[in-house]
T-cell receptor
Framework: GQQLNQSPQSMFIQEGEDVSMNCTSS?????WLWYKQDPGEGPVLLIA?????ELTSNGRLTAQFGITRKDSFLNISASIPSDVGIYFC????????????FGTGTRLKVLA | NAGVTQTPKFQVLKTGQSMTLQCAQD?????MSWYRQDPGMGLRLIHY???????DQGEVPNGYNVSRSTTEDFPLRLLSAAPSQTSVYFC?????????????FGDGTRLSIL
C-alpha cells in the first residue's frame, strides 16, 4: 500500500537556524498537506499544496510540491523555540475512498 | 466556534471494559474520521464517515465501532478494550468529501488499557 516516509525522524537545532525536512512516497500524490502537532494537542494544518512544482509560504514556513509528485519539502527559516513539535506530511490515498495517509512525522526540538 | 471537540481527554480502562469516545463538530462538516496515534507510527485511520448514516472502515478498524446519526456527532466505541488499544485517539472533520480538503483535528483522547 501507499506509504509516506519522512526524514529526518527527529532533529535538534539551535534557535535562529533554518530547518529542512521532506516527505517521500513510492506513489504519486495529487495533494500534499503539512501539519504541526504541539505536545498534548491535535495536528494543525500549516500548508496545503495542490499542484506539482507549487511553492507556498506561511510566515517563516515554505513548502514545495515536488515535480515528480512523489515528494514534498518543508522549510522553516530562523527557527524559534515555539517551532518545537512534530511535523507531519499527509496526502489522500488514490483509492477514491476519501482517505488520507500520514507520514510518521519529524520531531523538531529547538535549543535556545 | 468550538471546532472539533473530543471527550474525555483522558481515560483508563480495564481489559474487557467497553467505552465510547465522543466527538462533536460545529462547522457543519460532511466528513468526519477517527485516527489513532502510536509512538513512531504517525496517525492511522480507524473509521470515517462521509455524512449522516454513512460510515466505512479505515486502515485499522478491528475492535472499534462507529455510527453517525447526526452531522455533528461521530462517536467511537470500544466494545471490549484490549491493551493493544492503548493509544491517543484523534477525531477530525472537513467540509467536503474530496481528499484535497484539509482536515481539522480535535485535541485527542488519551486512553490507557490495563
Amino acid at each position: 500500500g501507499q506509504q509516506l516516509n519522512q526524514s529526518p525522524q527527529s532533529m535538534f537545532i539551535q534557535e535562529g537556524e533554518d530547518v529542512s525536512m521532506n516527505c517521500t512516497s513510492s506513489s504519486i500524490f495529487n495533494t500534499w498537506l503539512w501539519y504541526k502537532q504541539d505536545p498534548g494537542e491535535g495536528p494543525v494544518l500549516l500548508i496545503a499544496l495542490y499542484k506539482a512544482g507549487e511553492l507556498t509560504s506561511n510566515g517563516r514556513l515554505t513548502a514545495q510540491f515536488g515535480i515528480t509528485r512523489k515528494d514534498s519539502f518543508l522549510n522553516i527559516s530562523a527557527s524559534i523555540p515555539s517551532d518545537v513539535g512534530i511535523y507531519f506530511c499527509a496526502g489522500p490515498t488514490t483509492s477514491g475512498t476519501y482517505k488520507y495517509i500520514f507520514g510518521t512525522g519529524t520531531r523538531l526540538k529547538v535549543l535556545a | 466556534n468550538a471546532g472539533v471537540t473530543q471527550t474525555p481527554k483522558f481515560q483508563v480502562l480495564k481489559t474487557g471494559q467497553s467505552m465510547t469516545l465522543q466527538c462533536a463538530q460545529d462547522m457543519n462538516h460532511e466528513y468526519m474520521s477517527w485516527y489513532r496515534q502510536d509512538p513512531g507510527m504517525g496517525l492511522r485511520l480507524i473509521h470515517y464517515s462521509v455524512g449522516a448514516g454513512i460510515t466505512d472502515q479505515g486502515e485499522v478498524p478491528n475492535g472499534y465501532n462507529v455510527s453517525r446519526s447526526t452531522t455533528e456527532d461521530f462517536p467511537l466505541r470500544l466494545l471490549s478494550a484490549a491493551p493493544s488499544q492503548t493509544s491517543v485517539y484523534f477525531c477530525a472533520s472537513r467540509m467536503g468529501l474530496w481528499e484535497n480538503q484539509p482536515q481539522h483535528f480535535g485535541d485527542g483522547t488519551r486512553l490507557s488499557i490495563l
